[in-house]
């Protein structure tokens, strides 16, 4: 009986043989899918890989710890709250020797605060700042400055030589140590030069890679409204610091000033009662300023300022409204060049505008990324199956981000529509084994169609 | 007023500002390891002379030697990391003839001061 289920010999070669030949023809496409290598792509890919990855021997941290790519490469405290107790972001709550003058957890868990040493490290316990997370995102066109590279909330961030690529050296110091002797070779490693470049290459590949040239043709009638007075010199004055709402001066590069930030009256963690030392921003002693961040990328990586001041787009566009701002040497160097001595001066209405166009355009920005990283995984064939879910993963987040950031506004809920569309279409390919190109084809239309709400093609 | 002029003032108004190094991290970092800067903006070698009077060091390093002010504003930071003990901040006094040190001078051009010096502590 097992005999006359059992194929003959001839018949089993002939198995063997069209297994074989498919085997040979899936390495043959696989070979025709293979493109030669680029050096800047795979050193781009080791500095993705050290970022989320590489502790440098320290305490388990790595520089994803706090810039997660799911929240835009920053940290807020609802995403803080969804992270389990061991995650290394809480290292100071569960390691003994970084219990103290670490970290402040309230503070962390609160407000997205973390603990920093711009001023040295001799009097722990009263000299620090507490600082919100910056994203990294499109630092290709944000830090260069006549004077040097501005990084970091104040633009001193890096050590060494002050640039991008210094960056992380201090990061593992103060961030990824294992005690607070901060001992290189004991309580961490440093990175290698390669581990520099790459990290270097990783970061400026991030988001956009050059500056917006505004006005854009929006079709929104408040976000259009809110581009009108961003872009006039003589009521929202955005546009002088915040050139094409990037983060360079219309005239030039990055910069720092003294905003008034600090001024603020009722900063959160002010009202806890913890110790929160005046920061004295840029140098040591401070001078008070503080780097210009972009505001492309703003509505969705808040909160907002270096200290996390306030939680909304809407807010931090009313900051400049207020007397913090109008006092600092800012507002009244604005104040100076106002035929009327007034710096900023906006009614409610005209708040509500400026923040709208700034989350139409950080919409688009979401947009072009998602399209970007679909386009990427529709070039991907079927064996490159995980990497294509990696690039899926994050247009999802991507999506998501531009939904959220236009429904929190209340603005443009077809648009809306269409992208919760194509977020259900690339989870869904995501998961598909045969239809994930047509399914990446489908969503690359609706993102299309939700841009096409937001703003007029270029003809 | 125009946007020229503001922008004008503007760029005046930003000169005042320069950019630096953050220097509180710097102080861990073992000598001659600085990204970007050790061995290119930084002389390595060993201290053949101290002018307390004129507050100079004059160090030897393969290219010669060297001798740099320090100033006021010149930090100085015990590097003991072949101690595996953590680096300390330093004082003048430190600058022993003799130790092995890293001298980042201010504005390359000038050569004149020294904005940081760490120096190497390897025994007791």
């Known amino acids: 009986m097992r005999s006359s289920v059992r194929a003959s010999k001839p018949h089993r070669f002939r198995r063997l043989r069209l297994a074989g030949g498919l085997f040979v023809a899936a390495l043959a496409l696989a070979a025709c899918n293979a493109k030669p290598p680029d050096p800047q792509a795979a050193l781009i890919a080791k500095g993705r890989d050290i ?25 807020d405290p609802a995403f803080i709250a969804t992270l389990p107790k061991n995650d290394a972001l809480f290292v100071a709550e569960f390691n003994p020797d970084l219990k103290q003058n670490f970290e402040n957890p309230r503070l962390m868990r609160e407000f997205g605060l973390i603990l ?45 030589d002050g640039s991008l690529r210094s960056f992380a050296t201090g990061a593992v110091i103060q961030h990824f140590t294992r005690t607070l002797n901060r001992v290189a070779g004991v309580d961490f490693r440093l990175p290698t030069d390669l581990e520099l470049d790459a990290l270097e290459a990783f ?25 009108e007075i961003f872009l006039d010199n003589g009521l929202g004055k955005c546009n002088v610091c915040h050139g094409n709402a990037g983060a360079n001066l219309a005239v030039g590069n990055n910069a720092n000033f003294n905003s008034g930030v600090e001024d603020l009256p ?42 996390n001041a306030v939680a909304t787009i809407e807010a931090a566009v009313a900051f400049y409204d207020g007397e913090a701002f109008n006092n600092s040497p800012a507002g009244k160097f604005l104040a100076s060049t106002d035929p009327k001595g007034v710096g900023i001066e906006l009614d ?33 064939g079927f064996f490159e199956r995980a ?4 690039l899926l993963k994050r247009a999802v987040s991507e999506t998501g981000d531009s939904i959220a950031v236009l ?7 077809e648009a809306a529509a269409d992208l919760g569309e194509a977020r259900r279409l690339i989870e869904r390919a995501v998961h598909s084994l045969f239809f994930r190109h047509s399914l990446v084809r489908e969503a690359i239309q609706a993102q299309n169609r939700a841009r096409a709400q937001l703003i007029e093609e270029r003809k | 007023m125009t946007a020229a002029r503001i922008a004008v003032m503007i760029a005046a108004f930003c000169a005042m500002s320069h ?54 504003k010149t930090r100085i930071w015990l590097d003991r990391t072949k101690l595996k003990q953590p680096n300390l901040t330093g004082s003048f006094a430190d600058l022993q003839k003799g130790r092995r040190v890293e001298v980042k001078v201010q504005e390359a051009e000038r050569r004149q001061a020294a904005d940081w010096v760490k120096v190497e502590i390897a025994g007791p």
């Open chain 1, 203 to 227: 970061q400026l590949s991030l988001g956009r890679q050059g500056d917006l040239q505004l006005p854009l043709a929006l079709r929104g009638t408040v976000a259009k409204r809110g581009q």
């Open chain 2, 19 to 72: 950019a630096h190094a953050q220097r509180a991290t710097e102080r861990y970092i073992p000598l001659g390891q600085s990204p970007g800067v050790s061995q290119r903006v930084t002389w390595i070698g060993e201290i053949a002379a101290v002018d307390e009077s004129k507050r100079t060091l004059t160090i030897v390093e393969p290219a010669g030697r060297r001798t740099v002010g320090i100033t006021e």
């Open chain 1, 387 to 390: 990497q294509a879910r990696q």
């Open chain 1, 51 to 75: 970022f989320f990855n590489e502790t440098f021997d320290g305490n388990g941290r790595t520089c994803g710890t706090c810039h997660r790519e799911e929240r835009n490469f920053t940290i």
């Open chain 1, 266 to 307: 009722d900063q959160p963690a002010r009202l806890t009662g913890e110790k929160v030392p005046r920061d004295d921003g840029f140098g040591r002693p401070g001078d008070g300023t503080f780097n210009t961040p972009p505001l492309v990328e703003a509505a969705d990586t808040g909160p907002f300022f270096h200290n």
């Open chain 1, 348 to 380: 409610g209405t005209q708040i509500a505008a400026v923040a709208a166009f700034l989350r139409v355009i950080n919409a688009l920005e979401n947009i072009r990324q998602s399209l970007e990283l679909l386009a990427q995984s529709e070039a991907l």
């Open chain 1, 407 to 413: 429904t929190g506004g209340g603005l443009h809920p």
């Open chain 1, 116 to 160: 920093e040493n711009q001023d040295g490290f001799d009097d722990l316990p009263n000299r620090f700042n507490m600082r919100g997370v910056p994203h990294v995102l499109a630092q290709r066109t944000s830090i260069a400055s006549p004077q040097g590279p501005r990084t970091g909330w104040s633009g001193d961030g890096a050590p060494g």
